[in-house]
């Protein structure tokens, strides 16, 4: 049951949110992708495919907890494809240098004098337990801001533009297989439906 949680979730937060935002604005000088257009191939088919033994871990339990996140997926997975997946730091080459716009939820790492966010993760969703581990570093992008902005609402989903990069970054918080030099970032809205 929880394999389809988790299944579920990752194809809802992956596809859902970012298909009902095709651009509308053809001649945008970004191009609007998914997360898993991030992801190589053989990175998705392994999270698509959680080990069974994550069914029997009780929602909320001590096991669960992200605290206990790695090393329980490391004893449970040992070196399966699934916990490479979920510390993979390979990229899709052709993203690199490339203008792209993205929603996603903005993680803080650095505030300036007046606690403007000027570098953070972007991230496709939270993860706090096991069931729902955090993204795997190709699934996380390391963003760089000219001019800090305030970030109200951390919970709150953000469309955010500018140029993509493959560049790992390594920090305390979390490592990025993929970098963003920002120029825009606006609240998340679905656009107006044509129906």
């Known amino acids: 049951m929880m394999k389809k949680l988790f299944v579920s979730l990752f194809l809802a937060v992956s596809f ?5 935002a095709i651009s509308a604005d053809k001649e945008s000088q970004y191009q609007t992708i998914e997360w898993v257009d991030l992801l ?27 605290s206990s996140q790695l090393t329980q997926a490391l004893e449970l997975a040992g070196d399966s494809r699934y916990q490479q997946a979920l510390v993979s730091t390979i990229i899709r080459p052709e993203y690199n240098d490339r203008k792209v716009r993205m929603p996603g939820f903005i993680v803080p790492i650095t505030l300036d004098k007046d606690q403007n966010v000027t570098e953070f993760f ?16 190709n699934q996380i992008i390391f963003s760089k801001l000219k001019t800090g902005i305030k970030i109200e609402n951390i919970y709150e989903a953000y469309w955010v533009e500018g140029t993509l990069s493959t560049t790992l970054t390594e920090n305390e918080m979390a490592t990025s297989a993929y970098a963003f030099t920002v120029d825009k970032v606006v609240p998340y809205e679905e656009p107006l439906s044509l129906e």
């Open 122 to 137: 972007l991230v496709p969703y939270f993860g706090a337990c096991i069931h729902v581990p955090p993204p795997p570093p």
């Open 40 to 66: 190589p191939e053989e990175d998705l088919n392994a999270l698509m495919e959680p080990p069974e033994s994550l069914d029997d871990i009780e929602d909320g339990s001590e096991e669960d907890q992200l």
């Open 16 to 20: 859902a949110m970012p298909a009902t």
